[in-house]
C-alpha cells in the first residue's frame, strides 16, 4: 500500500488495483486452438480458450485459466459484467493485490 492508506496505482487502462481486489477488463476469445494471453487490445487483456461459449463453458475455462496463472483459488475470481459477452469485467478478490498485478502485468507481455 502506498502512503497515505491510497491504494496503488495502475498504470494499465485495463486493470484496476484496489487495497483488496484486482479489476480486470477481459477480452474473450472462445473456441480457439491455443489457450492463454493473446496480448492486449486498447484497454483490455485479451485472452483465449479452447472452450465455445455453450452454458458458461468458456467463462468456466477463463476463470480457470486466470486462476492458475495468477496463482490464485478459482473462487477469488468473480465475472461482474459480460457474462454472457465476448467483453467482461473480471474482479479477483485477493490481500495481495500488487503481487497479482504484477503477474498479470507479466502474462500480458508479448511473448
Known sequence: MSPGG??????????????????????????????????LSSDRLVVAVHSRPDKGKANDELIEYLAAEMRVPRSALMIVRGETSRRKTIRIVTHEPTKVASRLRQISKPK
Do not use: K, L, Q
Open 6 to 39: 491510497n491504494p496503488p496505482a495502475s498504470d494499465s487502462p485495463w486493470m484496476r488495483v484496489a487495497i483488496d481486489e484486482v479489476i480486470i477488463e477481459v477480452t474473450a476469445r472462445p473456441g480457439a486452438s491455443r489457450r492463454g494471453v493473446i496480448g
